[in-house]
């Protein structure tokens, strides 16, 4: 080393915080503030599981593990929240903790929620769920080792839309279609506004796209049980983080596998969400997502004759002709017609001046079939003795 070298600098330097790489900002220290002031802590929840709940803090207890994460003690049942799903502790969550307390640390507050994806159970009671908050991206998996589900891909859209995160569809197990080229153009048709990217965790294909696509915010990933979603997940990783389940006989069928909502680090920035798979999954709060969409439907109904036509039988319907000449394609238009139908039975039952107005809507409709079968028989028609 010559003199004029500058010697290294050896000074100590305070390990990174931990929040900083989970999304932690300026904006979101702001809405702290009042928190800050009552010597709260500010968190984010990386997992919830069977009533456990996971925190990563800025500065922990002692026997935080290295992550800055802590078991906290919060109520995670809908039923001690009045049955409001927004009130209750999610995965991707930012909370105020109180990290010293006799029984351990406890989460105080949940912060505003930016975006969050909240759904329909599939109980007969149609309670909603949130999934996972504050995320910038919806990612909806489908596996292209079955047959394609566009009406079940339409469906997790308008969730996701809903949501406020941007969608995109990743398209996995390419490997094992030799043409996946007409299928991507199915899924980009059902779709609009949504990248759809092709992925095999075993070829490589479309890996660095989708992780490009994701760094720097907040990605969950949605789909059905085996569709792919853990191997996806060690793939944007880069290591066998999550146990993937083996394909059964030779359908490229996975094995349900993740059993709860975790939020982990990328290794290039930003963060996922990987969640188990979904066997129903009920709309919830979805008109906006269902306009984005059927997107092509809303522009159409736009020049139907009537303003509150219902495409069913009226007279000018703009909707009902694209069907006829085939612009607009007979499986589209259905599905986008029980989304519709599902939407509103969902609203009519958490609203009481909905349920209402379907009460009169109804009966008005049963006056008016009634009086078009008495027309029909004719004024003054006697059954004759």
């Known amino acids: 080393m010559t003199s004029d070298t500058p010697a290294p600098?050896?000074?100590?330097?305070?390990?990174?915080?931990?929040?900083?790489?989970?999304?932690?900002?300026?904006?979101?220290?702001?809405?702290?503030?009042?928190?800050?002031?009552?010597?709260l802590a500010p968190?984010?929840?990386?997992?919830?599981?069977?009533?456990?709940?996971?925190?990563?803090?800025?500065?922990?207890?002692?026997?935080?593990?290295p992550d800055g994460t802590v078991t906290v003690h919060a109520d995670t049942r809908p039923a001690r929240t009045g049955g409001d799903p927004e009130a209750v502790v999610c995965t991707g969550d930012w909370a105020a903790v109180e990290p010293d307390t006799p029984a351990g640390p406890v989460l105080r507050a949940l912060l505003p929620r930016r975006t969050r994806f909240l759904r329909?159970?599939?109980?007969?009671?149609?309670?909603?769920?949130?999934?996972?908050?504050?995320?910038d991206h919806a990612v909806v998996v489908v596996s292209l080792a079955v047959e394609l589900d566009l009406g079940r891909l339409e469906r997790f859209l308008s969730l996701a839309?809903?949501?406020?995160?941007?969608?995109?569809?990743?398209?996995?197990?390419?490997?094992?279609?030799?043409?996946?080229?007409?299928?991507?153009?199915?899924?980009?048709?059902?779709?609009?506004?949504?990248?759809?990217?092709?992925?095999?965790?075993?070829t490589g294909e479309g890996a660095a796209a989708l992780a490009a696509e994701l760094a720097g915010g907040t990605a969950v990933l949605l789909g059905q049980s085996g569709v792919g979603k853990s191997t996806l997940v060690n793939a944007l990783l880069g290591a066998e983080v999550r146990t993937s389940g083996a394909g059964r006989g030779n359908v490229g069928k996975g094995r349900h596998t993740t059993t709860a909502r975790e939020l982990l680090p990328l290794p290039g920035g930003g963060l996922?969400?990987?969640?188990?798979?979904?066997?129903?999954?009920?709309?919830?709060?979805a008109d906006e997502g269902?306009?984005?969409?059927?997107?092509e439907i809303e522009e159409l109904a736009a020049h139907c004759r009537f303003h509150d036509?219902?495409?069913?039988?009226?007279?000018?319907?703009?909707?009902?002709?694209?069907?006829?000449d085939g612009t607009l394609s007979h499986r589209r238009f259905e599905s986008y017609r029980k989304l519709?139908?599902?939407?509103?039975?969902?609203?009519?039952?958490?609203?009481?001046?909905?349920?209402?107005?379907?009460?009169?809507?109804?009966?008005r409709r049963e006056a008016a079939g009634r009086e078009m079968y008495e027309r029909k028989r004719g004024k003054g028609h006697r059954k004759a003795f």
């Open 9 to 39: 600098d050896r000074t100590p330097r305070p390990a990174p915080d931990p929040l900083t790489a989970y999304g932690w900002d300026a904006e979101r220290a702001a809405v702290f503030a009042p928190y800050a002031a009552d010597g």
């Open 43 to 65: 968190g984010r929840v990386a997992r919830v599981d069977r009533g456990r709940c996971e925190v990563v803090l800025a500065a922990g207890p002692a026997d935080a593990g």
């Open 120 to 135: 329909s159970t599939s109980s007969a009671r149609s309670e909603g769920q949130v999934l996972a908050a504050n995320t």
């Open 161 to 202: 839309w809903a949501s406020g995160s941007r969608p995109l569809v990743a398209l996995t197990k390419t490997d094992l279609v030799p043409d996946s080229t007409y299928l991507v153009a199915d899924v980009e048709a059902a779709a609009p506004g949504a990248p759809v990217l092709p992925v095999s965790a075993v």
């Open 272 to 285: 996922v969400v990987d969640t188990p798979g979904l066997r129903g999954v009920g709309l919830w709060e």
């Open 290 to 295: 269902l306009s984005q969409v059927f997107a």
């Open 309 to 324: 036509c219902e495409h069913h039988a009226e007279p000018g319907c703009a909707v009902l002709a694209a069907v006829d």
């Open 340 to 363: 519709l139908r599902e939407s509103a039975w969902i609203a009519s039952r958490t609203d009481a001046r909905l349920r209402a107005e379907r009460a009169r809507e109804w009966r």
